[in-house]
C-alpha cells in the first residue's frame, strides 16, 4: 500500500534493499507525487495478515487486511493490542467502543503519554473526558480507517502532540474510490447488538479528478452485565482535490454521538466476594433508594464498604464535531509544502448517581454530573526539500485549547413520588453547581530534520524538536459546602523544551536483513482537568497548586531502541531491544470513593524501563499465515514518595497497570473463498497499586472469525459473510484498570466481557 505522502517517509527512512538505488527523485513523477492512502481491493473482504509489506525500521504498520479480519467496527484499539507486539489494550466491552472502560499501553506508556494523529490532525491526549482532542474511536469510524502507523520508539518529529512521551500513532482514512459505488454492513451480535454501516462514493466527478464520499455508522447494544444501552452514531465526509499534476487538497469531517450507560467498576474485593458481574442498579430505583439508605442487598455485608457500590447508575454522552483540511502541493521539483488547518468542538455530560448526597428534597441520593466543553483550532505547516543525498524537511504546529468543565448537582424525586432523572440526560434544573473550571492553551511546536542518504542501503536521520506550552487558567466557581475547599487552584503553568533531539539509523546489510537503531528526547506539557473532583493541574487547592509551581517539572523521557527485522516470502521476523530513562514521573495517586475521588499527582522521580519484544511470521504453505510474538518490560520507580505525610518506599516498586510479560499468536487461513483466523494473547499479572501489595492476576484471551466470499451474484461487486467469535473460551478475567491506589485495593477496574457472537453481512455496489 503507497504511503499518503512519499515525501513523508524521510523522517521514518526505509533503505532499498542490497544493491538497489533508491528513488531519490520521485518528487518529479507525479504518480509517486500524489500517492495516497488508497482503499485495497480487497478492503472489504477477510483476509490473511499483510503488514509485512510496509513494516521497517522502528514502525509497523497495521493494515485495512488485519483489520478486516476483526468484528465490523472494532476499535482499532482492540486491534493493536490483540496483534501487535508490547501493546496492551483492556476494555469491558467486546468491540472495544467504551471510552471509559478502556485502557491502552504501548511499551509502559499509556494513552495519555503517546503521540497520536489521524490524516495529520493532532488527537491530544486520549485519556477518558479528554481536554484537548479526540479518542480515535470518536474521530473516524472503524470502516474508513486505511491503516495504523505505530512507532514504539520515541515517534516521529513531525507528529503534533504536546503528551508524546514515548511512541506515536498515526491513523490514515481510506480515499473515496474513483469509480461511483457503495459499501454497506450489517451486524448482529450478543445481547442485542444491531450496526449499520453504510458509505457512498462519487467517483470522479470531473475533469479536474475531484471525488468525495460519505458514511454513517449506527450501534445500538445492551451492556453485557446490568442493564442499559450503549448507542453511538457517527458520519464521515472526505473529498479529494488534485491540484493539477503538482498537489491535492482533501478535507475531512466527523460527527460522532456516544450515547451510553457505563460498566459498573469493581475491586479485587467485590470480585472476590460478589462476583464480576456486580453492577449498577439501574432500572431499579427501589434497589438503590434503599442501598443509599444502608439498607443493602442480602450478601453486601461482606464487603467493606457496600455504599460505593451502591449507586443507581453511570452514564455518558458525548457529542463531537472535527473537520481539517489537508494540503499538498510542489513548489518546484524538490521543494513541497504541506498543510493541515483543523477546527474541533466537542461537549460532553458524564453522570453518577452520588449516595453520599441527599437532595434538597430528602430523597438520599443526587445526581451529578460533569459537563465539559472545549473549542481548538491549530494548523501545522512544513517544507521538504531535497538537496542531493539528503532529505530536508522543517515544520511548525500551533493550537489554542479554550477547555470548560463545571460539575453540578441535581435533584433524585423520593421514592414513589416521580421518576427517575435518565443518566443520559437532559439535565436542567441543578439546584448547585459544585465547581466549574475554564482553562486556555496555546501550544507551539516547531522541527527540523535531516534524512541522509548515506548508501543505498544505510540511511541517517537526525534532527530535533522544540515544544512551548502555556496553559492559564482555574477555578472560576467554588461551593465550599460540596468541595471542602476555601480556594480552588487558579493561575498558570508553563512547558518549555528548546531542544529535544531524535537521531536513527537504518541499515539493510543484506537483502532481507534490516538494522534499526533509534535514540529521542521527548517532554510532555502539564496536564490539566476537573473529572469526579475539583482539580487543576492535579491538585485540590489553591495552596498546594502555589507550592507545587515552584518545584514542578514536566515529565521527559530519554528512549532507546535497538531492533533487528527480516522479511522474505516465507519468514518475517522482528527483535527489538529497548530502554527509557523517564524523568520527573508525576504518578496520579487516588483515594475517596467514586464520585468524590481526591487525586494527587506525585513527582516519584526517575523510573527506569528494560524491555524486549521479539515476533515471527511463518508461511509454511499457500493461503496459511502463522504469527507469534512475545513481549517483555521491566519498569521500576526510583525513588519513595510522602504522601499525607506518610513516607512510601517505591524505589524498585513495579509500574502499576501495565504487565511484565505478553504473548499473541494468530493463525489465519484462506481456502478457495472461505478465511479462517484465530487470535489469542496472554496478558500478563499488572500491578494495582504502586507499592505492588495488590495486583491483578493474569488471563488468556481467544478470538475466532469465519467468512465467506459470495461471487457472481448479479449486481453486485461483492457479497461477504462473516462469524466472529469473541472471548472463544469464556474466560473470566481484569481488563481494564483505572486509577490507581498507593496501597491496597481499589474499586477502579472493569471486568471483561464473557463469551460474544457477532455475524455480519457485507456488500459492495
Do not use: C
Amino acid at each position: 500500500m503507497a504511503h499518503p505522502d512519499a515525501h513523508a517517509q524521510a523522517s521514518r527512512p526505509k533503505p532499498a534493499p542490497a544493491g538497489q538505488t533508491p528513488a531519490r527523485h520521485a518528487a518529479a513523477r507525479p504518480a509517486a507525487r500524489h500517492a495516497q492512502a488508497a482503499e485495497p481491493r480487497s478492503a472489504e473482504a477477510l483476509s490473511v495478515v499483510g503488514s509485512h509489506e510496509t513494516s521497517h525500521g522502528m514502525e509497523q504498520t497495521i493494515t485495512r487486511k488485519t483489520l478486516n479480519r476483526f468484528v465490523a467496527g472494532t476499535s482499532p484499539l482492540q486491534v493493536l493490542g490483540a496483534t501487535t507486539p508490547g501493546v496492551s489494550f483492556a476494555t469491558a466491552d467486546a468491540l472495544g467502543l467504551d471510552t471509559y472502560a478502556n485502557s491502552l499501553y504501548i511499551r509502559g506508556y499509556n494513552q495519555s503519554q503517546l503521540g497520536v494523529t489521524l490524516d495529520g490532525i493532532p488527537l491530544g491526549d486520549q485519556g477518558f473526558i479528554n481536554t484537548n482532542g479526540l479518542d480515535i474511536n470518536e474521530a473516524v469510524t472503524p470502516d474508513n480507517i486505511a491503516r495504523i502507523d505505530m512507532s514504539q520508539g520515541g515517534g516521529a518529529l513531525d507528529v503534533a502532540s504536546t503528551a508524546n512521551l514515548g511512541g506515536a500513532l498515526q491513523y490514515y482514512t481510506l480515499d473515496p474510490r474513483d469509480t461511483l459505488g457503495a459499501d454497506v454492513s450489517q451486524t448482529f451480535g450478543s445481547n442485542s447488538t444491531y450496526r449499520t454501516f453504510g458509505r457512498f462514493h462519487s467517483g470522479v466527478l470531473n475533469q479536474t479528478g475531484t471525488k468525495f464520499m460519505a458514511s454513517y455508522a449506527r450501534t445500538d447494544a445492551q451492556k453485557w452485565k446490568g442493564h442499559g444501552n450503549q448507542y453511538e452514531q457517527q458520519a464521515n465526509f472526505k473529498f479529494v482535490q488534485p491540484l493539477g499534476d503538482r498537489g491535492q487538497l482533501t478535507g475531512f469531517f466527523d460527527y460522532s454521538q456516544f450515547n451510553q450507560y457505563n460498566y459498573g467498576n469493581i475491586s479485587l474485593e467485590i470480585k472476590r466476594k460478589l462476583g464480576s458481574r456486580t453492577d449498577y442498579f439501574y432500572p431499579d430505583y427501589k434497589g438503590a433508594y434503599l442501598a443509599a439508605q444502608g439498607i443493602f442487598p442480602a450478601g453486601w455485608d461482606q464487603v467493606s464498604s457496600p455504599t460505593d457500590i451502591a449507586y443507581y447508575d453511570a452514564a455518558q454522552d458525548q457529542r463531537n464535531y472535527l473537520t481539517g483540511l489537508n494540503g499538498k502541493y510542489d513548489l518546484t521539483s524538490r521543494l513541497r509544502l504541506k498543510s493541515v488547518l483543523y477546527a474541533q468542538v466537542s461537549g460532553g455530560d458524564y453522570e453518577f448517581t452520588n449516595p453520599y448526597v441527599s437532595s434538597p428534597n430528602g430523597a438520599p441520593m443526587i445526581q451529578q454530573a460533569d459537563h465539559q466543553w472545549f473549542r481548538r483550532v491549530g494548523g501545522t505547516l512544513a517544507l521538504q526539500y531535497r538537496l542531493g543525498h539528503h532529505d530536508l524537511e522543517s515544520g511548525v504546529w500551533y493550537e489554542n485549547n479554550d477547555f470548560t468543565y463545571a460539575q453540578r448537582l441535581y435533584s433524585q424525586p423520593l421514592l414513589g413520588e416521580g421518576t427517575p432523572r435518565k443518566g443520559t440526560g437532559p439535565y436542567k434544573d441543578s439546584f448547585a453547581t459544585r465547581y466549574g473550571v475554564q482553562m486556555n492553551t496555546n501550544a507551539f511546536q516547531y522541527y527540523l530534520q535531516d534524512a541522509w542518504h548515506i548508501l543505498p542501503t544505510l540511511r541517517l536521520h537526525a534532527g530535533f524538536k522544540s515544544l512551548l506550552v502555556t496553559t492559564a487558567g482555574g477555578a472560576f466557581e467554588n461551593n465550599e459546602t460540596y468541595t471542602g475547599q476555601s480556594m480552588l487552584p487558579s493561575g498558570s503553568l508553563t512547558t518549555a523544551g528548546a531542544f529535544l533531539p531524535h537521531v536513527s539509523l537504518n541499515w539493510t546489510f543484506l537483502q532481507h536483513h534490516e538494522l534499526f537503531f533509534d535514540v529521542s528526547r521527548n517532554m510532555r506539557a502539564y496536564s490539566y482537568g476537573g473529572w469526579n473532583s475539583p482539580v487543576a493541574w492535579g491538585v485540590d487547592n489553591q495552596a498546594i497548586f502555589s507550592q507545587l509551581r515552584k518545584t514542578l517539572k514536566p515529565e521527559s523521557t530519554w528512549n532507546y531502541l535497538i531492533g533487528y527485522r527480516y522479511n522474505s516470502r516465507y519468514v518475517d521476523g522482528v527483535l527489538n531491544l529497548y530502554h527509557s530513562d523517564y524523568s520527573n514521573r508525576l504518578a496520579p495517586i487516588t483515594s475517596g470513593t467514586l464520585v468524590n475521588a481526591n487525586q494527587t499527582f506525585l513527582n516519584v522521580g526517575s523510573m527506569a524501563m528494560w524491555g524486549v519484544d521479539a515476533g515471527v511470521t511463518v508461511r509454511p504453505l499457500p493461503h496459511l499465515e502463522i504469527f507469534n510474538s512475545i513481549s517483555y518490560n521491566h519498569s521500576t520507580y526510583g525513588q519513595g514518595i510522602y504522601n499525607a505525610g506518610t513516607y512510601y518506599d517505591l524505589k524498585g516498586k513495579m509500574e502499576v497497570n501495565y504487565p511484565s510479560v505478553m504473548y499473541k499468536s494468530n493463525v489465519a487461513y484462506t481456502y478457495g473463498d472461505a478465511t479462517l483466523n484465530f487470535n489469542v494473547y496472554y496478558m500478563g499479572r499488572r500491578y494495582l497499586s504502586y507499592m505492588n501489595d495488590t495486583s491483578v492476576d493474569p488471563y488468556w484471551n481467544a478470538n475466532l472469525t469465519a467468512s465467506y466470499d459470495f461471487k457472481h451474484i448479479p449486481h453486485v461487486a461483492g457479497l461477504n459473510f462473516s462469524l466472529g467469535i469473541y472471548n472463544l473460551f469464556n474466560q473470566e478475567y481484569i481488563s481494564a484498570i483505572g486509577a490507581n491506589p498507593i496501597s491496597g485495593d481499589r474499586q477502579s477496574m472493569f471486568a471483561g466481557a464473557p463469551r460474544q457472537f457477532f455475524g455480519t453481512i457485507r456488500a459492495r455496489f
